[in-house]
């Protein structure tokens, strides 16, 4: 079973960044696509951005367009997320994902435990 390892998370200041980093087992890495998802306090997980494996196409929620960047690096067989102009709506626990570039989070078949970004105003 694939086992996913986020870590980046933390608590920063409106306006500021992060970068999670998702550390993915070289032969899942080779083989899906990967997302992100974040799930706030008392609501469903959702999408959050996504990346091909073939073609490094990637696709964003709306609301983080223009603010976060997902790129992978086949070499460390890692997934990040680049977070840019947090906002206090952006507090989850943000989840990686492999499987699929959906916007369904049925879609992928592995995650990680999770990392805690909180976003103060």
């Known amino acids: 079973q694939a086992q996913l390892v986020e870590s980046g998370g933390g608590l920063v200041q409106a306006g500021g960044s992060l970068r999670l980093s998702c550390a993915v087992p070289r032969h899942t890495f080779s083989r899906y696509d990967l997302g992100w998802f974040r799930q706030g306090p008392g609501k469903e997980r959702e999408f959050v951005s996504a990346?091909?494996?073939?073609?490094?196409?990637?696709v964003y929620r709306d609301s983080v367009k223009g603010r976060f960047t997902i790129s992978r690096d086949n070499a460390k067989s890692t997934v990040y997320l680049q977070m840019n102009s947090l906002k206090p709506e952006d507090t989850a626990v943000y989840y990686c994902g492999a499987g699929s570039t959906s916007y369904n989070p049925k879609a992928y078949n592995f995650w990680g435990q999770g990392t805690q970004v909180t976003v103060s105003a």
């Open positions: 990346i091909s494996r073939t073609t490094g196409n990637a």
